[in-house]
């Protein structure tokens, strides 16, 4: 699904419904006939439909565009400064979160005037560090970057995966860390492989993909498991699950810590109505049983200790956690117990074990909490945090005596905390030091009413010293879907623009995970249009207070967030000055036949049931674009290789923006090459890519 909230580096996730609403939908459909001769015409009236493909014809429109777009960033006179200023803040020593296996702690490290952070590993919090793997190497060399890494039980293999854009097409590799050593297993970026999990014995590991000879269109389709055994061939790997699934459903894979069980999730995000159907299994027979089916909602599971733990939103949108033990449930006993009951105050965001102990992340008022409860859901106590602000994950061993977890919120650089179960010590094992100037800066929350009512909350952060004569510069940010949470985090793109004293906002409207499910559902398929009022009622909210005004007022969004900048400007083009519209989601009659779209239909509706077809186009930006009216100035980014949200989108949006509107102001497309779905990889790359991000919202605001 679309996911994410981050200032350029945006992530993308990510049933065939049953019974009688099946039936009831089915008549809402189209006959297949009477769709296709609608479409065909829709097709022939869409004059910009030659961008969906490669043509020498979209490749001569796309060099125009981008020697425009760089043309004006050489006559911008702010970019030069901004990219010094970000490379000044950016350009540090970054350490990211610890896994640990045994006595050792693995985690990535980026070192000043390096590029991307590298792998390593050291015993313990204060030995030396040794790189195992030179991520950075590999970069600068072949512009390939490393995308995922998993180490197996005992630290003594690793996998990772490589991508050779960034994007999600990447190939799984293997070394042996203790002799040091890149073994020959390998896993084709062809088959579109995701790893799932390390046997604990270390003989090989599960990973999913797609079917053998898979049409161009279905490459993505990754619902098979397969079993890949260390020192074999590729070819050889044996086929475990999925073969009866849909192609359009999608499989996670857990093994309990002592490998006797296993846990296969199936989920599934093509219909109308997310799914998960859990299976459980056991590994000397391969017996396996399913245990939850399909019930209109999703469900996370873990084993702990011979049990299985759910972490479920059936008829809970807050979440709640239940249990069952395994021999109870492979005996056909589903004696599912709630441990830890939805509380409509927060929002359980995930859960992780440590010996008896459970520790929940929680969401209240926008805001983390990490609280401590037994394996029967007693609360015993909340994990003191220096603020407001996020917990991004809880990294541990099951059976260890330690844990870590990542800090951070709007003017508070990220820390790594370490806490020891031996003495309960809280300790840093590393904190990010940044050269700013925020210590006069302000965080505050405010609500306002939305069109209908509906309160919705915001953060403004902003100098101390600002005057509300409606003359600040003002930054919205949204993004409003798929359930993702926009919560306090430290981002550096924004602090030029915020020491230059600018106001950032950020706008938690419907369609997001905040409140739980009933608000991500109040902002999704028939409600969607409640995301854009919602962002524009906060913009109309901080004008009406005085804290700037149209004139002065730049919006942004990344992916699905892009889609709602899209269609703001769309429906109210004077809201704003400027629009930055990153990866965008625009084309809405047909954004399912691309890349990972048909995986959006949850979220958005599917084009081919008319009533949603009509919802769909009533705000899809591409088709709402007006002729003769004057737009915003609108930097549009987009990457080559994002594989996830077609660049397809931001072509015909700005082909046809150019032809019918009125263009008062700039419309720039810029296209990053060698990227995907996160944009620029690489710090110079990335820092590049906000300047101009920056840049282009200093000359338009003329700050």
């Not at 590729?234 to 475990?240: G, H, P």
């Not at 609108?634 to 949200?645: F, G, K, Q």
């Not at 944009?679 to 282009?696: P, R, V, Y």
Request: aromatic share 14%.
């Amino acid at each position: 699904m679309l996911t994410s909230r981050v200032w350029i580096n945006h992530h993308i996730f990510p049933d065939r419904v049953q019974g009688d609403k099946t039936k009831r939908e089915d008549r809402d459909i189209f006959p297949f006939q009477i769709y296709l001769k609608f479409y065909m015409e829709k097709l022939k009236k869409d004059k910009y439909a030659f961008f969906e493909k490669n043509t020498e014809r979209t490749e001569k429109w796309i060099l125009s565009e981008q020697s425009k777009t760089t043309d004006y960033f050489k006559n911008n006179s702010y970019k030069k400064r901004l990219f010094k200023r970000l490379e000044k803040i950016k350009d540090i020593d970054e350490k990211f979160l610890p896994v640990i296996r045994g006595e050792m702690y693995f985690f990535r490290w980026r070192k000043k005037g390096e590029q991307v952070s590298s792998l390593y590993m050291q015993k313990n919090a204060k030995s030396k560090q040794e790189k195992i793997l030179d991520c950075n190497a590999m970069f600068k060399k072949h512009g390939l970057v490393v995308t995922d890494w998993t180490v197996s039980k005992t630290g003594k293999l690793l996998s990772y995966s490589v991508s050779k854009s960034g994007n999600d097409k990447s190939s799984i590799h293997v070394i042996d860390i203790q002799k040091r050593k890149n073994l020959t297993d390998f896993i084709p970026e062809e088959i579109y492989p995701e790893f799932e999990c390390w046997m604990p014995d270390e003989s090989g590991f599960y990973y999913s993909r797609n079917n053998p000879g898979t049409s161009k269109e279905d490459v993505k389709m990754q619902n098979k498991i397969y079993f890949h055994r260390i020192g074999h061939g590729f070819a050889n790997d044996r086929y475990f699950f999925g073969r009866d699934l849909s192609k359009t459903d999608r499989v996670q894979m857990k093994i309990s810590d002592d490998g006797n069980y296993f846990l296969v999730t199936v989920f599934d995000f093509a219909h109308e109505k997310e799914n998960a159907e859990i299976y459980l299994g056991i590994s000397s027979n391969k017996k396996i049983i399913r245990i939850l089916g399909k019930e209109n909602c999703l469900r996370y599971p873990v084993l702990h200790r011979n049990c299985v733990y759910i972490l479920s939103n059936k008829d809970t949108p807050h979440w709640k956690i239940e249990k069952a033990s395994v021999k109870n449930l492979l005996e056909g006993k589903k004696n599912w117990r709630v441990i830890i009951k939805e509380n409509k105050n927060r929002v359980i965001e995930s859960f992780s074990f440590i010996q008896d102990k459970m520790f929940l992340i929680t969401l209240e008022n926008v805001s983390s909490h990490i609280g401590e409860y037994t394996l029967s859901g007693k609360y015993k106590r909340n994990i003191k945090l220096p603020a407001i602000g996020t917990v991004s994950k809880i990294y541990c061993q099951k059976e260890g005596n330690e844990l870590f977890f990542a800090f951070s919120s709007f003017v508070f650089p990220k820390v790594i905390y370490n806490l020891s179960l031996k003495n309960d010590k809280l300790s840093v094992f590393f904190q990010r030091k940044i050269s700013n100037s925020l210590e006069n800066t302000t965080v505050r929350q405010h609500f306002f009413k939305s069109k209908d009512g509906v309160k919705v909350p915001m953060f403004l952060i902003h100098k101390k010293t600002i005057k509300k004569d409606g003359n600040n510069p003002l930054l919205c940010y949204g993004y409003g879907g798929f359930g993702t949470s926009l919560t306090p985090s430290f981002d550096p793109g924004i602090i030029p623009f915020l020491e230059d004293g600018g106001i950032y906002a950020e706008i938690n409207i419907r369609g997001g995970g905040e409140f739980g499910e009933k608000w991500h559902e109040a902002g999704k398929l028939f409600n969607k249009q409640n995301s854009f009022d919602d962002f524009i009622s906060g913009i109309k909210y901080l004008y009406k207070n005085k804290y700037s005004r149209p004139e002065k007022t730049a919006i942004f969004g990344w992916s699905n967030g892009g889609l709602l900048v899209g269609a703001v400007v769309t429906q109210e083009p004077e809201i704003c000055k400027v629009a930055v519209i990153g990866a965008p989601v625009l084309d809405m009659e047909k954004y399912y036949l691309f890349d990972g779209g048909r995986y959006w239909i949850h979220e958005y509706g599917n084009p081919k049931n008319k009533r949603y077809l009509e919802n769909l186009l009533s705000y899809s930006p591409y088709h709402n674009i007006q002729k003769e009216t004057s737009y915003p100035s609108m930097l549009i980014l987009s990457a080559r290789e994002d594989d996830r949200v077609h660049p397809m989108h931001a072509y015909k949006f700005v082909a046809k923006m150019r032809d019918i509107a009125r263009l008062k102001n700039p419309l720039l497309l810029r296209l990053e090459e060698k990227a995907g779905h996160s944009g620029a990889n690489g710090m110079n790359k990335s820092n590049e890519q906000q300047a101009d991000i920056l840049s282009f919202i200093y000359k338009e605001l003329r700050t």
